[in-house]
């Protein structure tokens, strides 16, 4: 009786620990994640960046109970593509509502951007979710200021663990896409 006793103790575990496998594999992004759900994304958000334009810059917009980080001091005159990720979203929501994240459309549209502009392509695992919080005094203290010198730049960077190479290949992308700054 003890036997089976642990036997059923030992199964019950191994379900739970094959169970618990299968939600966290199931939750891992995916390039396929809309094939189903939303066949259209990937087209839609690559022909409305063709078209317009898109730099991938999206947050959440305010609201009367609501400050987002939209309007935070180091997004004011920096941050553009608003409209264009709008754009996109109500053209999937009118075939797919509900389904492709805002999330998704950016990291897709920041792709799509770097492949309009001669660069290479990869393959973006998608199935994120959009944040439904935001903090416009998060975004003062944490983004970099616009008037940084390079040595506040490399700092502001080094404390998000970014290289100073990275910094440059950042900063690089953003002006192919901004040319007469």
């Known amino acids: 009786m003890a036997f089976f006793s642990s036997f059923s103790r030992n199964l019950g575990i191994l379900l739970f ?23 259209n994304a990937l087209s839609t958000i690559k022909l409305a ?14 609201t009367a109970n609501f400050t987002g980080e939209k309007n935070a001091r180091p997004n004011a005159n920096s941050v553009r593509g608003y409209e ?56 003062n203290s944490n983004i970099p200021a616009p008037t940084l010198n390079l040595a506040g730049l490399i700092s502001a960077f080094s404390n998000k663990g970014f290289t100073a190479k990275e910094l440059v290949a950042l ?3 953003y002006r192919s896409t901004h040319p007469n700054k």
Do not use: M
């Open 17 to 39: 620990l094959f169970s618990l496998i299968i939600a966290l594999t199931s939750a891992q992004l995916s390039a396929n994640f809309y094939s189903s759900s939303c066949p």
């Open 49 to 62: 960046v063709k078209s317009a334009g898109c730099d991938a810059s999206i947050l959440l917009d305010d």
């Open 84 to 139: 264009v990720i709008d754009n996109i979203k109500k053209q999937l929501e009118s075939s797919c509502p509900g389904v492709v994240s805002c999330a998704d459309i950016v990291a897709v549209a920041a792709r799509d951007s770097v492949v309009e502009l001669g660069g290479p392509s990869w393959t973006v695992r998608l199935g994120r979710r959009d944040s439904t919080t935001a903090s416009q005094s998060a975004a």
């Open 171 to 173: 900063s690089g992308l």
